[in-house]
T-cell receptor, first 114, second 113 residues
């Protein structure tokens, strides 16, 4: 089974802190994604990466950056956390097999910014 | 850019068939349609994926009309454990070599005894 793990299930940070969320997948998938999930808004794509050191902005990249130095690891960085970044953050990975776009999700990190 | 729209919530009784529709008027030629199930405090879990016509697996069916502007997830004989939020995801590869994905806002299904 594909396993996607996230570094923390719950995280509490203060406004202005730099926050790192890490995601690791064990299935050698090329694509990795970061989403945030908020009530009534569903899942919104922040960034995704289709290869090591490659990244593309999703729908809501403002206030976030990402890093992918190794194929299995994709990090989301909040340079200066703000209260409006309090949310559930979900990481996912998928293969690039044509016609198979199934994304495998981690359990999520619930981030609270005070 | 495909925008996906789903009903906010649905109620059903155990043993009934449930159909959840997703509208995606601007679906692109290369886009696939995928449905996910999510329980509280968990990440979404894959249910089914399709491109056109009908796809069936051991847990659900997916109906996609010829124009592909909508899709319907069909859950046969639901049970209480099917109470969850269901998301459709539309997306796929682009000519530029990148990918584009849009999630719907989710449908909260409540199965009643």
């Amino acid at each position: 089974d594909v396993k996607v793990t996230q570094s923390s299930r719950y995280l509490v940070k203060r406004t202005g802190e730099k926050v790192f969320l890490e995601c690791v997948q064990d299935m050698d998938h090329e694509n990795m994604f970061w989403y945030r999930q908020d009530p009534g808004l569903g899942l919104r794509l922040i960034y995704f990466s289709y290869d090591v050191k490659m990244k593309e902005k999703g729908d809501i990249p403002e206030g976030y950056s990402v890093s992918r130095e190794k194929k299995e690891r994709f990090s989301l960085i909040l340079e200066s956390a703000s209260t409006n970044q309090t949310s559930m953050y979900l990481c996912a990975s998928s293969p690039t097999t044509s016609g198979n776009y199934e994304q495998f999700f981690g359990p999520g990190t619930r981030l609270t910014v005070l | 850019l495909a925008k996906t729209t789903q009903p906010i919530s649905m109620d059903s009784y155990e043993g009934q068939e449930v159909n959840i529709t997703c509208s995606h008027n601007n679906i692109a030629t290369n886009d696939y349609i995928t449905w996910y199930q999510q329980f509280p405090s968990q990440g979404p879990r894959f249910i089914i994926q399709g491109y056109k016509t009908k796809v069936t697996n051991e847990v659900a069916s997916l109906f996609i009309p010829a124009d592909r502007k909508s899709s319907t997830l069909s859950l046969p004989r639901v049970s209480l454990s099917d109470t969850a939020v269901y998301y459709c995801l539309v997306g796929g590869a682009r000519a530029s070599g990148t990918y584009k994905y849009i999630f719907g806002t989710g449908t909260r299904l409540k199965v009643l005894a």
